[in-house]
Each structure stands twice: as structure tokens, then as C-alpha cells.
């Protein structure tokens, strides 16, 4: 009972942050504040994707096929599926948790970090910020990586999802109540069937 409410509570608060992150471009227009402006402009360098129902069950049959694909794949190399699944996991982890979680964090705690500029070697230039934010993240993927078998590993894997979540409401923007209905119903008939009936 204990486990089941924690993961309702888990669930909520990834929904709260995730609707509260998706909101952010209604929010720096609605502000007048000379950091909501600059905040205002760097949403508009984002991009994001309108989703249409024929997008939404392209998804549908997206998922379906790299699933099957997958489930072929590791009927006969289960072990390099299994690594390449935690080398994507890893690579996505990191650049969202480092796009959504430690660079806004240390633009708080550290703004001028952001105003300087160091040169990464046969990389790219960026600022401090960003650097060493990308730096945190790719620790916590090291440690998640050598630490995925203990106790608390879910921790991070759950920190991770929680970035790709919010990411994932970013990126696509649902324009009407109708995309929204025909993506999670066919994902839920999806999940049904990829789960309980095969």
C-alpha cells in the first residue's frame, strides 16, 4: 500500500512539473519582468513540434514498430539491446537533465557564469554555465550507469524520466483537446496490448 501511494505521489509531482515546465512560454509572455524578456527570448529560440491526429497515431505506429524491432533484436542479442537501450537512455538523460534541471540551476545560483565564455577543446565554446552544467549531468549518467544494479539507483533513473517527460511536453505542443484524446487513447490501447495481451 505504502509502495502504491508513493508511486501515485511520484506520479502527480511529474505531472505538476511537467504541465509547469510545457507552461513556460504562456508565462515569459504574460510577464514584464526584464528577466522574463530574456527568458521570453530564449524560449523563442526553442523549438517545438505541433502535434495533428495524423501525428499523433504516426507516433502510435512509431513506437509499435521500434518496439516489434526491438523485440526481434533481443530474441537473438538480448545483451546488445539491453546496452544500446542504456546508451540511449544515458545520452538522452543527460542532455535533458542538463537542458531542463542543472543549467537552470546553476543560471540561479551562479548568473554571471553565464556571461563567460570557455572554449572546449575540438568541442564548441559555451559559457561556464552550461558547461559545467553538462558536466554534473554527465557525472549523475556515470554514476547511474556504475550504480544501476543497488538500492537507490531508481532514484536516479526516475530523476532522468522526470527530465524526459518534461522535455517530451515541450517539444510537442497540442493545439486541441482532440490531438490530446486521440494520443493518449491510442497509447493507452498500445500499452494494453504491448503489456497484458501479447
Same mark, same amino acid.
Given at each position: 500500500l505504502a509502495s502504491a501511494f508513493l508511486i501515485w505521489v511520484l506520479g502527480c509531482f511529474v505531472e505538476i *512539473?511537467?504541465?509547469? +515546465?510545457?507552461?513556460? #512560454?504562456?508565462r515569459a509572455q504574460l510577464s514584464g519582468t526584464p528577466k522574463e524578456r530574456h527568458m521570453r527570448a530564449a524560449l523563442q529560440q526553442e523549438e517545438s513540434h505541433e502535434l495533428s491526429v495524423s501525428g499523433? *497515431?504516426?507516433? =502510435? @505506429? $512509431?513506437? +509499435?514498430?521500434? $518496439? $516489434? @524491432? *526491438?523485440?526481434?533484436?533481443?530474441k537473438y542479442h538480448a545483451r546488445y539491446v539491453v546496452f544500446f537501450m542504456l546508451g540511449i537512455f544515458s545520452l538522452i538523460g543527460c542532455i535533458v537533465a542538463t537542458q531542463l534541471g542543472?543549467?537552470? =540551476? =546553476? %543560471?540561479y $545560483?551562479? #548568473?554571471?557564469?553565464?556571461?563567460? %565564455? @570557455? +572554449?572546449?577543446?575540438?568541442v564548441c565554446t559555451t559559457t561556464v554555465a552550461h558547461a559545467c552544467a553538462a558536466a554534473i549531468s554527465g557525472w549523475l549518467v556515470l554514476w547511474w550507469l556504475t550504480a544501476r544494479h543497488s538500492g537507490y539507483a531508481w532514484l536516479l533513473q526516475d530523476f532522468f524520466a522526470v527530465f524526459i517527460c518534461c522535455q517530451f511536453l515541450l517539444a510537442l505542443r497540442m493545439s486541441s483537446i482532440k490531438v490530446s484524446t486521440v494520443l493518449l487513447v491510442s497509447f493507452m490501447v498500445y500499452d494494453i496490448f504491448m503489456v497484458f495481451l501479447s
Amino acid at each position: 500500500l505504502a509502495s502504491a501511494f508513493l508511486i501515485w505521489v511520484l506520479g502527480c509531482f511529474v505531472e505538476i *512539473l511537467a504541465s509547469w +515546465t510545457a507552461a513556460r #512560454p504562456e508565462r515569459a509572455q504574460l510577464s514584464g519582468t526584464p528577466k522574463e524578456r530574456h527568458m521570453r527570448a530564449a524560449l523563442q529560440q526553442e523549438e517545438s513540434h505541433e502535434l495533428s491526429v495524423s501525428g499523433a *497515431l504516426c507516433y =502510435l @505506429v $512509431l513506437a +509499435t514498430v521500434g $518496439l $516489434l @524491432v *526491438l523485440y526481434g533484436f533481443a530474441k537473438y542479442h538480448a545483451r546488445y539491446v539491453v546496452f544500446f537501450m542504456l546508451g540511449i537512455f544515458s545520452l538522452i538523460g543527460c542532455i535533458v537533465a542538463t537542458q531542463l534541471g542543472t543549467h537552470p =540551476l =546553476l %543560471q540561479y $545560483l551562479a #548568473p554571471s557564469w553565464e556571461n563567460r %565564455q @570557455v +572554449t572546449i577543446p575540438y568541442v564548441c565554446t559555451t559559457t561556464v554555465a552550461h558547461a559545467c552544467a553538462a558536466a554534473i549531468s554527465g557525472w549523475l549518467v556515470l554514476w547511474w550507469l556504475t550504480a544501476r544494479h543497488s538500492g537507490y539507483a531508481w532514484l536516479l533513473q526516475d530523476f532522468f524520466a522526470v527530465f524526459i517527460c518534461c522535455q517530451f511536453l515541450l517539444a510537442l505542443r497540442m493545439s486541441s483537446i482532440k490531438v490530446s484524446t486521440v494520443l493518449l487513447v491510442s497509447f493507452m490501447v498500445y500499452d494494453i496490448f504491448m503489456v497484458f495481451l501479447s
